[in-house]
């Protein structure tokens, strides 16, 4: 007679399936990019695949804040396009 399993048992060894599974799929995903380094996708993926290097990404970070004088251009800027805007609305009702 055949034994019940668990959800719980059933869920671990569908665990244990599904790490030996992506264990196998991570080591194919890494010989096509090693065979194709064009896959990698991104700008210049396939000069540098050509040249044998990979592209070099650019850091992340902040940008560089606004100057004092940036700001109020901007304001400004945004201030007459809003103002605009609000003209065009009424002028359309």
């Not at 890494?30 to 040249?51: D, V, Y």
């Not at 290097?53 to 800027?77: C, Q, T, Y």
Request: proline residues 3%; glycine residues 10%.
């Amino acid at each position: 007679m055949a034994k019940k399993i668990g959800d719980s048992e059933l869920r671990s060894l569908a665990l244990v399936g599904a790490r030996a599974r992506l264990s196998a799929l991570q080591g194919e995903v890494a010989s096509l990019l090693a065979t194709f380094p064009e896959l990698r996708g991104g700008r210049g993926a396939k000069a540098a695949a050509a040249e044998g290097s990979l592209p070099k990404r650019k850091k992340s970070g902040r940008k560089r804040p606004m100057s004092a004088a940036e700001k109020k251009a901007v304001s400004e800027r945004m201030r007459k396009y809003w103002a605009e805007r609000r003209a065009g609305k009424a002028a359309k009702k």
